[in-house]
């Protein structure tokens, strides 16, 4: 799946020189899998943000405020 030539992930730090295979192909799927988490992570904080801003809006008109 990984080729040696191929350019590994986006921080190539120096320890991933010294991977063999089967490392390799675990490192891409726990890089696949931590993405995935934080692409959901920040959708969730994103509609939290969203409930928030408008919760916000409505205690400023309850309050009388614009």
Do not use: C, P, S
Request: hydrophobic share 40%; glycine share 4%; net charge positive.
């Amino acid at each position: 799946m990984l080729d040696g030539n191929v350019q590994r992930h986006k921080l190539h730090a120096k320890w991933q020189q010294f991977t063999n295979y089967v490392e390799d192909q675990r490192l891409a799927v726990l890089e696949t899998r931590i993405e995935r988490r934080k692409r959901i992570l920040a959708d969730d904080m994103a509609e939290r943000r969203k409930i928030m801003m408008r919760a916000i809006r409505r205690m400023r008109r309850a309050e009388g405020k614009t």
